[in-house]
T-cell receptor
Framework: SQQGEEDPQALSIQEGENATMNCSYK?????LQWYRQNSGRGLVHLIL?????REKHSGRLRVTLDTSKKSSSLLITASRAADTASYFC?????????????FGEGTQLTVNP | DSGVTQTPKHLITATGQRVTLRCSPR?????VYWYQQSLDQGLQFLIQ???????AKGNILERFSAQQFPDLHSELNLSSLELGDSALYFC????????????FGPGTRLTVT
């Protein structure tokens, strides 16, 4: 099963509203990353938060990390139609054959103009 | 533009055939990652190379193989193709390991008929 699971699976909001997406994971991590994907295109890195950090900001993005609850949230403020995309959290996980990023199934965000 | 290039963009082939997907990482990046994205499996990590050596292995089938060449470009070989191998295949690169953001290429869409 996926290490990271996003919630909700889909989110539809109006332009100007805030969008919050959550990610839960199962095992200890060194860092957690958020990526964005426009339909059928490559993923774009948004932000990386390390396990010893609790909050990080980048422009209209705010990410929090709660390692005790094994969860993270991504907040997009003042959303725009161009923010419409799928958003994935990714955690580093140690496997039998080395460490890798494990991606959740994503949240599909639709921002209506 | 992430700086990662992938060829070809689209590939249509028949079951039982063999194909090679090519990836050129961003200038200066030593790590190359391969991912498979399908509707039912989500984004799955396949394999990572770092400076020519295999570093981590994920859910890569035995029919699939990869390598990273001295000039750091990478190839993913898929053989004895099955209908279920139809997917988007992404290559990503990073400066180092999992503590660094990954830059994704535009992907190769493989259709097996």
């Amino acid at each position: 099963s996926q290490q990271g699971e996003e919630d909700p699976q889909a989110l539809s909001i109006q332009e100007g509203e805030n969008a919050t997406m959550n990610c839960s994971y199962k095992t200890s991590i060194n860092n957690l990353q958020w990526y964005r994907q426009n339909s059928g295109r490559g993923l774009v890195h948004l932000i990386l938060i390390r396990s010893n950090e609790r909050e990080k900001h980048s422009g209209r993005l705010r990410v929090t990390l709660d390692t005790s609850k094994k969860s993270s949230s991504l907040l997009i403020t003042a959303s725009r139609a161009a923010d419409t995309a799928s958003y994935f959290c990714a955690t580093d996980a140690r496997g039998v054959s080395g460490s890798r990023l494990t991606f959740g199934e994503g949240t599909q965000l639709t921002v209506n103009p | 533009d992430s700086g990662v290039t992938q060829t070809p963009k689209h590939l249509i082939t028949a079951t039982g055939q063999r194909v090679t997907l090519r990836c050129s990482p961003r200038s200066g990046d030593l790590s190359v990652y391969w991912y498979q994205q399908s509707l039912d499996q989500g984004l799955q990590f396949l394999i990572q190379y770092y400076n020519g050596e295999e570093r981590a292995k994920g859910n890569i089938l035995e029919r699939f193989s990869a390598q990273q060449f001295p000039d750091l470009h990478s190839e993913l070989n898929l053989s004895s193709l099955e209908l279920g191998d139809s997917a988007l295949y992404f290559c990503a690169s990073s400066v180092g390991g999992l503590s660094y953001e990954q830059y994704f290429g535009p992907g190769t869409r493989l259709t097996v008929t």
